[in-house]
């Protein structure tokens, strides 16, 4: 029975669970969607954002951040953490000081890979220690390297990560994946405009309210980190609307 | 005596006799004071079915006072989103009773306008067919109460040519496989049926161990006992709250000979449903 070896991190259960766990990957699920593409030329990130109390300052609700950013702005690191947001904030500031750290000792600006890394055994740390629980937290990591290749990582609470072409976390994620499975093509991404319309189509399969409760950040290579404001993500989902329809009336002509 | 992990030390039930019974017997008579207490919290804990316009209780049950062919329940939020949406809208649905209950976990609300947040039970009735009648159950109805909401409903001889559909939710880790739940489907439909139901299911049955809990799960057994005709749909999802995949999840079954004639207007529907699940999405501060 998972109840009787699942109080303490420390205890595997005779069929080789570590419950605490897989219990904290529950905990992602109840943040909200977020989706990472990588496109040959762009990484685009984008997280579903819901509504905040009415006295609540939304500028203290930020969910795209960046880890690392160099002096010219062209390397940037931006990642998203789901989950438990105090776990995010810490793990955050550990990153941040981490890529400042590297860049002193060895004077270049930390990969993508390395900061994923990093991240990921610090989350693993925190599956083997006795008396502390493993961080709610899932994340996706996206940036360039110096060789100019567009990367993203997803880490999970078991200090596991992997590349991916495209993923996403969260809420209804599985949903989300299987769009993305179904839409991710090579011509999708060649174009920067289409990585950053199937991102939003992704999206748009789990938030309920369209455009305006999503944030999206990208990155194209040697440009800075560009986060969309709400004009221009409406635009992008004005012109998805109009394709869909458009894509509607021909198999209707197609059918008759 | 045993020690917990905590550290405190417990007495542990002894089923042998002890030298203390003596002691124990007289321990466990009842004061008065007691059994005032006992008689108050019992009628707290009483279920109450009322017409809510009058405030009066009704004399009968429900199902006694309203015979019907077709009996529809939705317990929790997202079987009463997908009701609101796809079934209520079809037509005029007037109130014909709601039952009001205390417990620990809920107390249901009084006020006429309810929002999707709060807690009720209230029982509607189709204007033009009387032979459909809704629950749309969203308190919990806690072990001790629910025989006496199914005596309250059903009464204490049901009729046996009535269909009874129970829609509910449960998380998806409460579904028993040796798959992780990340690789299921989730949110899924399962079945599970009574005897006397011959219709088709509209998507597989639960696996063994197929056991479900709370009102439901009275439900079906009340169903069963009594030869009743009844049939659950379980949606297993990762959402509890309410969430617009989930209530999708609950589709299939509009199609089955439980709602023929209740669904007229399938995207006017999504439309109200997309309207109930946005009113509430205020961000929680601990998940991000």
Same mark, same amino acid.
């Given at each position: 029975m998972a109840s009787r070896y699942d109080r303490a991190i420390t205890v595997f259960s005779p069929d080789g669970h570590l419950f605490q766990v897989e219990y904290a990957q529950e905990a992602v699920k109840k943040g909200s969607t977020a989706v990472g593409i990588r496109g040959t030329n762009i990484v685009v990130l984008g997280v579903e954002k819901k509504s905040v109390a009415k006295l609540q300052d939304e500028r203290t609700v930020r969910k795209i951040c960046a880890l690392d950013d160099h002096v010219c702005m062209a390397f940037a690191v931006i990642t998203i953490f789901i989950g438990l947001t105090a776990d995010a904030r810490v793990v955050i500031n550990r990153a941040r000081v981490e890529c400042q750290s590297h860049k002193l000792t060895v004077e270049d600006p930390v990969t993508v890979? +390395?900061? #994923?890394?990093?991240?990921? /055994?610090?989350?693993?740390?925190?599956?083997?220690?006795? @008396? $502390?629980?493993?961080?709610?937290?899932?994340?996706?990591?996206?940036?360039?390297?110096?060789?100019?290749?567009?990367?993203? +990582?997803? #880490?999970?609470?078991?200090? /596991?990560?992997?590349?991916?072409?495209?993923?996403?976390? @969260? $809420?209804?994620?599985?949903?989300?994946?299987?769009?993305?499975?179904?839409?991710?093509?090579?011509?999708?991404?060649?174009?920067?405009?289409e990585a950053i319309k199937l991102a939003i189509r992704a999206l748009l399969e789990v938030v309920q309210s369209g455009g305006k409760n999503i944030e999206l950040a990208i990155i194209r290579r040697n440009q800075p980190l560009k986060m969309f404001n709400a004009k221009e993500i409406e635009l992008q989902v004005t012109e998805i609307e109009k394709e869909k329809e458009e894509a509607e009336k021909r198999k209707s002509k197609k059918s008759t | 005596m045993a020690a917990t992990f905590f550290g405190e030390v417990v007495r542990a039930p002894c089923r042998a006799g002890t030298e203390e019974e003596e002691e124990e017997e007289e321990g466990r008579r009842e004061t008065p004071e007691d059994r005032e207490v006992r008689l108050q919290l019992a009628r707290k804990r009483e279920v109450r079915l009322l017409r809510?316009?009058?405030?009066?209780?009704?004399?009968?049950?429900?199902?006694?006072?309203?015979?019907?062919?077709?009996?529809?329940?939705?317990?929790?939020?997202?079987?009463?989103?997908?009701?609101?949406?796809?079934?209520?809208?079809?037509g005029v649905w007037e109130e014909i009773g709601c039952a009001k209950l205390w417990n620990e976990w809920c107390r249901t609300a009084d006020s006429t306008h309810l929002s999707p947040t709060e807690a009720f039970c209230v029982f509607y009735q189709l204007k033009a067919h009387h032979s459909v009648i809704l629950c749309q159950c969203s308190c919990y109805v806690a072990e001790d109460q629910q025989y006496q909401w199914l005596e309250k409903v059903f009464g204490s001889r049901p009729r046996k040519n009535m269909q009874v559909t129970i829609l509910t939710c449960r998380h998806v880790t409460d579904y028993k496989t040796s798959e992780s739940t990340c690789s299921l489907p989730s949110p899924f439909l399962k079945a599970l049926k009574t005897e006397n139901f011959r219709d088709q299911t509209c998507c597989s049955l639960l696996e063994q161990p197929n056991i479900v809990h709370d009102l439901p799960a009275a439900v079906l057994s009340y169903c069963q006992v009594w030869n009743m005709s009844a049939v659950l749909y379980l949606c297993y999802?990762?959402?509890?709250?309410?969430?617009?995949?989930?209530?999708?999840?609950?589709?299939?079954?509009?199609?089955?000979?439980?709602?023929?004639?209740?669904?007229?207007?399938?995207?006017?529907?999504?439309?109200?449903?997309?309207?109930?699940?946005?009113?509430?999405?205020?961000?929680s501060n601990i998940y991000t």
């Amino acid at each position: 029975m998972a109840s009787r070896y699942d109080r303490a991190i420390t205890v595997f259960s005779p069929d080789g669970h570590l419950f605490q766990v897989e219990y904290a990957q529950e905990a992602v699920k109840k943040g909200s969607t977020a989706v990472g593409i990588r496109g040959t030329n762009i990484v685009v990130l984008g997280v579903e954002k819901k509504s905040v109390a009415k006295l609540q300052d939304e500028r203290t609700v930020r969910k795209i951040c960046a880890l690392d950013d160099h002096v010219c702005m062209a390397f940037a690191v931006i990642t998203i953490f789901i989950g438990l947001t105090a776990d995010a904030r810490v793990v955050i500031n550990r990153a941040r000081v981490e890529c400042q750290s590297h860049k002193l000792t060895v004077e270049d600006p930390v990969t993508v890979e +390395y900061i #994923t890394r990093f991240i990921a /055994t610090l989350k693993q740390k925190y599956t083997q220690s006795n @008396g $502390r629980r493993p961080f709610g937290i899932s994340a996706l990591i996206v940036g360039f390297d110096d060789d100019g290749i567009p990367r993203l +990582y997803q #880490t999970d609470p078991s200090g /596991t990560y992997h590349a991916w072409k495209a993923n996403a976390i @969260g $809420r209804s994620a599985k949903t989300v994946r299987e769009f993305l499975e179904k839409n991710y093509t090579e011509d999708a991404i060649a174009n920067d405009n289409e990585a950053i319309k199937l991102a939003i189509r992704a999206l748009l399969e789990v938030v309920q309210s369209g455009g305006k409760n999503i944030e999206l950040a990208i990155i194209r290579r040697n440009q800075p980190l560009k986060m969309f404001n709400a004009k221009e993500i409406e635009l992008q989902v004005t012109e998805i609307e109009k394709e869909k329809e458009e894509a509607e009336k021909r198999k209707s002509k197609k059918s008759t | 005596m045993a020690a917990t992990f905590f550290g405190e030390v417990v007495r542990a039930p002894c089923r042998a006799g002890t030298e203390e019974e003596e002691e124990e017997e007289e321990g466990r008579r009842e004061t008065p004071e007691d059994r005032e207490v006992r008689l108050q919290l019992a009628r707290k804990r009483e279920v109450r079915l009322l017409r809510r316009q009058t405030k009066t209780c009704l004399e009968f049950s429900l199902l006694e006072k309203h015979p019907c062919s077709r009996f529809i329940i939705a317990i929790g939020s997202n079987a009463v989103a997908f009701l609101s949406s796809f079934v209520m809208n079809s037509g005029v649905w007037e109130e014909i009773g709601c039952a009001k209950l205390w417990n620990e976990w809920c107390r249901t609300a009084d006020s006429t306008h309810l929002s999707p947040t709060e807690a009720f039970c209230v029982f509607y009735q189709l204007k033009a067919h009387h032979s459909v009648i809704l629950c749309q159950c969203s308190c919990y109805v806690a072990e001790d109460q629910q025989y006496q909401w199914l005596e309250k409903v059903f009464g204490s001889r049901p009729r046996k040519n009535m269909q009874v559909t129970i829609l509910t939710c449960r998380h998806v880790t409460d579904y028993k496989t040796s798959e992780s739940t990340c690789s299921l489907p989730s949110p899924f439909l399962k079945a599970l049926k009574t005897e006397n139901f011959r219709d088709q299911t509209c998507c597989s049955l639960l696996e063994q161990p197929n056991i479900v809990h709370d009102l439901p799960a009275a439900v079906l057994s009340y169903c069963q006992v009594w030869n009743m005709s009844a049939v659950l749909y379980l949606c297993y999802t990762d959402v509890m709250k309410l969430d617009l995949i989930t209530v999708e999840a609950f589709k299939p079954i509009l199609s089955s000979r439980s709602f023929k004639g209740l669904v007229k207007n399938i995207p006017q529907s999504t439309e109200i449903l997309k309207k109930l699940t946005t009113t509430n999405q205020i961000q929680s501060n601990i998940y991000t």
